[in-house]
Structure formats: C-alpha cells, structure tokens
C-alpha cells in the first residue's frame, strides 16, 4: 500500500477529485491509520479543517482495513458519508468493495404499524396526519429501503413517523407478520453481508448495551472501527451506559395499551377505566415538581419531596396494568409485547434509586421539563466499562433472542480452530478515533481519560489553511460579564457594525436556547429600527436543513442558533464571512452529573475547573470557531463576546487553542478587514 503515490498530485485521488491538493498532514495521518489497522491498535487523531480526515482514514481502510465499521456523530454525517465520500474514494481507488448504511429502527417505516395506522383512524391526531400518512402509503411501495429519509414529501419532524416506525419497545420481532418484509432486518442482513459498514455514534452504543439495536453480529467480526467526530463519544457512551425512563414512555405505553386493548382484548376489562389511574400517576410525578423547569440529582430532593410517594403510587399501579397483560399475553403479539414494555419501564422505576454500585460511581437524577419528566441513572464515568466493551471483555454485541436475528454471513475461515472447551479470545481489532477537535494544545489527556484510552497513540495535525491571512479573531472592549442580564443585547450591539460591514452573511451561536430566543428578537428590533434589509433565521422556526438552505438562498441573513449548529455545519465561499459567538460554552451549572464529577475530582486531589470544565469549553469552542474558515479561499471574522478570554488566566490557554488568527479588539480593524472581503 503506497500511501504516498496514492495521495500525489498525480494520483488516483488526484485524477478522481476537481481542485485535488496534495497534503503532508493528510499522507501522515493515512499512515498512522494504516499503521494502526496493521498492528491492531487504538489510536486517536486530531485533524484539524481542511487535512483531509475522511479520505485519509477511508483509504487504508478500504484497501486493509477488512470489515470495517465507520461510525459518525449524526445521521445527517453518515448520509454524506455514504452517498458522497465513500463512494468518490471507492471509485477513485477501483475497490470492488461492499458497503452498507444502517440506521436505527426508528428510521424505517414498519410494515405493522403503518397497518395499524391505516386500520384505526383514532391513532390520527390531525388532517395534516392523515394527508401525510396518504404520502407515506404512497413511497412505502416505490421505496427499496424505507428509510423514512427518501421520503422528502413528509418532513423529517412530521408527527406521523412515530405512529408508522417501530421503536426497540414495541417491535414485535419474529413474532410480527410481516418480518420476511421487514425494512430493520433487510438493513442488516446487508451490513452483515457488506465489507464496510456506515453507522452513527448512537447506533453503535445502542447495540453494545442493548445488544438488540442496529448492528448485531457486526462488531465481533469488525477488523477496524472507526469513530469521526469523535469528540462526541464521551457524552453519547454516557447516555447509553446509563439508564432512563421517561413520563413520554409510560404515556405511549398507556396510549398503546388502550388501543390495542379495546381493539384485541375488549372483554377482559373496561380499558379506560382500568388505565386511568396510570394516567393520573404520571401526570402527579411531574406535578410533584411545581410549574418550573429544573434538573436536580437525588440527594438534592431530601426524603420528604412529594416525588417519593408519587413515584410508589406509579409504581404500584404499573404493576397492576403489567399482571393485567400478562394474564392477556397469549392472546396476540402485540398484547405481550405491551407486557413486555411494561415490565421493563417497572423494572426501571425500581432500580431508579437502588443503591449505586461502589465499584462504578453513578448518580440518579431527574430533568423536569414543561410537560413531563425523565429519570435518569447515570455512570459518573464512562472509562472502564467502555474499555472492557473496546478489549472484548463482555460478551459480544448480538441479538438478545436468536429468533430475532437473520442468518448470519459466513465468515472465513480462521487460521487456527479453537480447541473443544476452550474460550475464543476476542478478535485483533484496529480502533480509530478522529475528530478536528479531540486536543488541548495538543494534550489529548481529557479525551482519553474520559474513555479509558491509556494504551492510544495519538497525534495532531494543523490545518494547512493560513488563518493570520484569512481570518481574524476579535473581542470586544467594554461587554458586561457573561452572567450579567444585559449580556446578549451588548453582545448584539457589539456585533452590529461586523454585521451591516458584512451585508449579513453570519452566524450568531449562542450557547443557550434562551439567548438565541433574546438574541434574535433583539436583531430583528435594531434591523427594523435600522432599515436594515437582513433576514433573521432562529433555530426551532424550521428544521435546520431548511434554515440552512434558506441562509444560503438569502445571501444576506442572519442565522442565529444553539448546539446544533456549532458543529456538523460546512457553509464555504462568501455565504458565511462572520461568526458571532456570545460566551465561552462552559457546561451549564444545573447539571447535576458534571456536579458529581468535579465533586469526585476535587476529592482526588484534581483542580476540577482547569481539568475538566476549561478542556470541555475548548473541545467545544474550536468546533464552534470551525464554521468560519471550512476551505483555502475562505476569508472572515470570529467575534467571541467573553472578555474572560482575555482578562482571565484561563483565557490564554483557551485562545492557545483556536486556530492562529490575527487578533484584534479595535472595532475598526474587524470592520476593515470584512468591508475589504
């Protein structure tokens, strides 16, 4: 494997992509990644913006890698994975390789309940439901896949999916009609069959602990794997080794249990009469919370807080709707699948606040929302259980019920037979983990520590881009402090001369909902009071492929927005001049699982802010500092609104880490410096 000739100016890459560049950081960070696959390694890898990550992992894998599996932080990433990059570098090489993209069940429509909802009109809760579900009758029989994806017609966020997809709770599995047909399993079967494998972050941790979701039987047989965006993981492992139930489960249960029951068990009870009292138990657990939206952990609520005894009525009164089902049970699947979900949702109720396990520290707690509630049981780290699932300690990921699963592929055959009796030891397996964002100045220690990465080689590479020559990094004089009520309206103010410089075509991320709310009335008033002819996009008004279309198309707006478009957003050329960020993104002080890891890392002697809270604001900083600069020819400015990032001793190491800018805090200069673009 000539990596070198492969990368040249006149290679096959070079002759396969328009305005090709040879690139030192994308060849070294391919050898490192082919280093890895042949010497079964962990490594991590830092790429910074315009290295070439993608097709600097994707070729060693495709030319050694075996079965490789290729996990990305969002599905929106894993489609332009699959239908964009894999295939240009496949051809480009003139692999004959197998590839395969697999999604969550909730992405395909489900051939039993699109029935169901078509048979019972009360599942439908509006018009718009019912011309929807028309579309979807339509593309179900036109779709090969029925991924909920290719059906442009229905948005992506139209209540109607959920009645027409299945979820891990109410799959009926082998015991469902129409399982020969069934769109989840087709999706399998040919990840199993194919020789590389696209997943998202989710997915990938959704069957390593549920052991049912996504990609059986994929795992033990991968040679590589593969994590982009990587700086992901920590907080995904984090939602999917603990464990949650929410108020919206036990509603869906009771809404599904009513339907099913009046509809296939209608003499054995008097439904509505029955679940009622389960309906009134789950709106009196949010109700022990008062009007206010908050996340508190368990001991902050004391003994005597009303959810204590909401919680055992809830839990007295599922256990009578589950004996219910389960004395119906064998009257149809789909009444001992409701059994099943409620027993689940039981158990968890009664493990929410069992003692934890002194080996692995965890910390319950619950995030109150406007109309309901979840609770959750969370691992304070995720580093130990995540090694043994890397080094093949647990049992492989597979199906739970061997009923449920396809045939598997056959595989090769193994170079020695393991001997009768004796344990098969797990596979010699390459784990790549790359992200543009993974370092503190070059210190990768809180990626690594978080996911127990001790035996990792790592290394970073700079983006090739000259940012002293296409951008600037600006910080105001004179913003109040970022905890100060006026702080978004200055930050605005500060940001308008940039803004009307530019003509619009900015950014505004703001690292809350409530600022971005504040944010973009308050643009919308001074563009009024102003003249100014500049569109005011807000996240949460249309989906963000829509905002981000209508953005392009406008040429002059302004998009204001929150977490999610911090990453995972590539806007080049003159569409995007302007970044406006209004803090440093320090993790919110309400979050009671962050609270418990600085407890226990101040008790182990560590400086909880500058170890943990100060690598976290960067890792996100430099994602949110990406959306400038995403090509050679891009120009523009980044207005950070924080003035702790220069008069604080912490704000030079988070500067340190963006990428090198020519700084300024004189308005005139970065006024200058867009009028001259």
Not at 130 to 142: E, G, K, M, Q, W
Not at 409 to 423: H, I, L, M, N, S
Request: glycine content about 6%; hydrophobic content about 40%; charged content about 25%.
């Amino acid at each position: 494997m000539d990596l070198p000739t492969i990368f040249s100016a006149d290679g096959p890459l070079a002759r396969a992509f328009d305005s090709y560049c040879e690139r030192r950081e994308q060849i070294e960070m391919a050898q490192a990644v082919a280093q890895a696959i042949e010497d079964a390694s962990t490594v991590v890898l830092e790429a910074g913006t315009g290295v070439g990550k993608t097709a600097a992992y994707l070729v060693p894998s495709l030319l050694e890698g075996g079965k490789v599996i290729v996990s990305t932080g969002t599905k929106a990433l894993q489609d332009q994975l699959f239908h964009r990059d894999l295939p240009a570098v496949r051809d480009a090489l003139g692999v004959p390789v197998k590839v395969a993209l697999l999604k969550g069940r909730s992405n395909y429509l489900c051939w039993h309940h699109l029935d169901r909802a078509n048979q019972d009109s009360s599942l439908l809760s509006s018009r718009q439901e019912v011309r929807d579900l028309s579309l979807i009758n339509r593309f179900i029989h036109l779709s090969p896949t029925g991924d909920k994806s290719e059906c442009p017609s229905v948005p992506e966020h139209a209540t109607i999916w959920a009645r027409v997809t299945s979820t891990r709770e109410n799959c009926l599995g082998s015991e469902c009609k129409q399982y020969a047909e069934c769109f989840v399993i087709k999706a399998r079967r040919e990840a199993q069959d194919a020789d590389v494998v696209v997943v998202n972050h989710h997915l990938f941790f959704a069957d390593l602990m549920l052991r049912e979701e996504g990609v059986p039987e994929l795992l033990p047989t991968a040679q590589t794997v593969i994590f982009d965006e990587a700086h992901q993981l920590p907080e995904t492992a984090t939602l999917f080794f603990g464990e949650s139930v929410a108020s919206a489960q036990l509603m869906d249960l009771l809404r599904d249990a009513l339907a099913t029951g009046q509809s296939q068990a209608r003499d054995a009870a008097n439904w509505p009469t029955v679940l009622a009292p389960l309906d009134k138990a789950i709106r009196d657990l949010r109700l022990s919370f008062g009007p206010h939206m908050q996340r508190l952990s368990l001991p902050q609520l004391g003994d005597a807080h009303p959810l204590h005894a909401a919680l055992g009525t809830l839990k007295d009164v599922l256990a009578e709707i589950r004996d219910l089902l389960d004395a119906q049970s064998e009257r149809s699947p789909d009444l001992a699948q409701l059994h099943r979900r409620a027993h689940d949702l039981l158990q968890r109720l009664i493990a929410w606040g069992a003692p934890e396990r002194a080996s692995e520290p965890e910390l319950c707690w619950i995030d109150v929302g406007t109309h309901g509630l979840q609770l959750h049981r969370t691992p304070i780290s995720v580093a130990d259980v995540f090694k043994r699932q890397r080094l093949g300690e647990q049992e492989e990921a597979g199906f739970e019920d061997a009923d449920d699963a396809p045939p598997a592929a056959p595989e090769a055959p193994e170079k020695a037979e393991t001997a009768p009796g004796e344990v098969k030891p797990p596979p010699r397996r390459a784990w790549v983990f790359t992200s543009a964002t993974l370092a503190v100045k070059n210190d990768f220690t809180h990626f690594t520590q978080a996911l127990g990465l001790d035996d990792a080689h790592c290394q970073a590479w700079s983006s090739p881009y000259n940012y002293p020559e296409q951008a600037m990094l600006y910080v105001p004089h004179g913003l109040p402090q970022p905890s100060d009520a006026r702080h978004t309206e200055a930050v605005v103010d500060a940001a308008l001369p940039l803004i009307r410089a530019n003509r619009g075509r900015a950014f505004v991320l703001c690292t809350s909902h409530r600022a971005v709310q504040k944010a973009a009335d308050y643009l919308k008033q001074c563009f009024e009071a102003g003249g100014d002819p500049y569109p005011v996009l807000r996240q949460g008004d249309a989906p963000r492929p829509t905002l981000l279309d209508d953005f392009r198309r406008a040429g002059n707006a302004v998009l204001v927005g929150s977490h999610s478009f911090w990453e995972g957003i590539d806007v080049k050329g003159d569409a995007l001049t302007l970044v406006v960020i209004d803090k440093l993104p320090f993790a919110p002080p309400d979050d009671p699982v962050l609270a418990k890891r600085l407890e226990l890392l101040e008790q182990e002697g560590g400086n909880p802010f500058m170890e943990h809270q100060v690598p976290q604001a960067i890792i996100a900083l430099k994602q949110g500092a990406g959306r400038l600069i995403r090509s050679e020819h891009d120009r523009g400015v980044l207005m950070i609104g924080d003035t702790r990032l220069i008069d604080r001793p912490y704000g030079r190491r988070i500067w340190q880490s963006l990428p090198p800018m020519r700084r300024s805090r004189v308005e005139a200069d970065a006024v200058a410096f867009l009028a001259a673009l």
